[in-house]
């Protein structure tokens, strides 16, 4: 448990760090607008990114970067808290196994995420309608498996306190 307290900690400095991003950045850099629920069309992106070069460049260094340690950390705490508190009920390592598949899931499908923003960030001519459904599809993907796997957790820790 001592691992998943380590990355809940983390997580929380770094959610600060990331709301905490300065002023001279673009309003839309701040407002990290391509990884809450999607908003955009191909076209907008593609016209923020080529008519925002730098602010695009700061979208993909440091806040995608740092987004990505987020999610390994947020990732990190739902592993060994929900695999730490499973492992507590004396579960199989079936069991176990079992309760990694979202936090695993998530942390793969948000680095997807990151890494196709990334290349549209970097590269305005790889932003088309396909490339752009795909990535909406796994923002949204991404915003369902996370939450599941924080209720997977809570779940798992109110019955680890009911218990006693």
Not at 126 to 143: D, E, H, P, R, Y
């Amino acid at each position: 448990m001592k691992w998943a307290i380590l990355f809940a900690a983390l997580t929380i400095l770094l959610m600060f760090a990331l709301r905490s991003m300065p002023s001279s950045y673009d309003s839309a850099v701040r407002a990290r607008f391509l990884e809450g629920w999607p908003s955009y069309t191909t076209e907008s992106l593609r016209t923020w990114v080529e008519s925002h070069r730098e602010a695009a460049r700061s979208y993909v260094f440091p806040v995608l970067t740092l987004d990505i340690v987020f999610l390994l950390c947020l990732g990190g705490f739902l592993a060994f808290g929900s695999g730490g508190l499973a492992q507590s009920f004396g579960s199989s390592k079936s069991v176990i196994a079992a309760v990694l598949i979202l936090p695993i899931g998530y942390v793969l499908i948000d680095l997807a995420e990151d890494l196709l923003l990334m290349y549209f960030l970097t590269s305005p001519n790889s932003i088309s309608n396909g490339a752009v459904a795909f990535t909406q599809a796994i923002t949204k993907l991404k915003m369902f498996v996370c939450g599941a796997a924080l209720l997977q957790t809570a779940g798992l820790a109110a019955c680890a306190l009911w218990r006693g």
